[in-house]
């Protein structure tokens, strides 16, 4: 039985994969598939994947982009989730900011350059006409990061998935500023160029099997109510969620990932842009 060690970020999107190691959907294809959290986000995942401590990974799509144009050896394999993710922009509860205007200058928390979180910021300037230059940050690692950061005034705002902060804003820990959505899809599945080249049929199978159960996630009976006690949040978030969210079974298309490239070439993020087969591998 092959091992496949995949992570990804401890987050609602991921759930399809913990049903399909529960139920045994991945041992009936001859794959032992495991995973693991990781907190940190795409920078993290992006060095497990280098120190081969996982072998696939679930990771924004502009940051793994932004690694492979920088030299790292992996590729896309599909997309994950279609829809573009919703990043909500947060400032302590109780600080004096109050509008997106008072943020220019100011200092993000990041979980760790290169990260989803950090290239985010850039997108945000970039939408509010703020000049690239004058962007500071402040690695705080990880959510808990942040929640610690903000309070202090270490850093002034922290850019996060919305709903997976919600509860914190809901507690008065945040106040949410503002949204930033992602203008492509959000998350896909990512291996290194070695993993694919050695075990393509199990990456293959292990594909079928997720993507067999990702696309009718949203029709499981009382399924935002499993998501809202799992999550620990409010029900009546997670069916906006899922509202908004949409599961993929296909590979990203070469437009999407130009638009992902052009982004980050027009923020100066990159100085190249490969081509669609140096950064996808499709194997569905």
């Known amino acids: ?141 990880n959510l808990e990061g942040a929640v610690e950061a903000l309070p202090k005034d270490d850093a002034q705002y922290f850019m996060w998935e919305h709903f997976t902060t919600k509860p914190l804003v809901d507690q008065g820990t945040f106040r949410r500023i503002a949204d930033c959505p992602t203008p492509w899809p959000c998350f896909v599945i990512v291996s290194t160029d070695e993993f694919i080249a050695n075990h393509a049929a199990e990456l293959k199978e292990m594909l079928q099997v997720i993507n067999s159960v990702s696309k009718d996630f949203k029709e499981i009976p009382r399924i935002s109510r499993l998501l809202a006690e799992r999550y620990q949040q409010n029900e009546e978030d997670i069916l906006k969620w899922l509202d908004l969210t949409e599961w993929s079974q296909k590979q990203i298309s070469s437009k999407e990932v130009l638009t992902v490239q052009n982004q980050l070439q027009d923020l100066s993020l990159i100085t190249q842009k490969s081509d669609f087969e140096d950064i996808c591998q499709s194997l569905i």
């Open 1 to 141: 039985m092959k091992s496949i060690k995949v992570g990804g970020v401890p987050e609602h999107f991921n759930y399809p994969w913990h049903i399909c190691m529960r139920k045994g959907l991945f041992k009936h294809q001859g794959l032992d598939v495991t995973w693991k959290d990781f907190d940190g986000g795409t920078g993290e995942l992006s060095r497990a994947l280098h120190d081969k401590d996982i072998d696939v990974a679930l990771v924004l799509t502009e940051g793994i982009i932004k690694e492979i144009e920088d030299g790292a050896p992996f590729k896309i394999l599909q997309e994950y989730i279609a829809s573009p993710l919703i990043w909500g922009i947060h400032v302590a509860a109780n600080s004096s900011y109050q509008h997106m205007n008072d943020l220019e200058k100011t200092t993000s928390a990041i979980s760790r350059y290169g990260s989803g979180s950090h290239l985010m910021t850039y997108v945000n300037a970039k939408n509010q006409q703020w000049d690239p230059k004058n962007l500071k940050f402040e690695v705080v690692k």
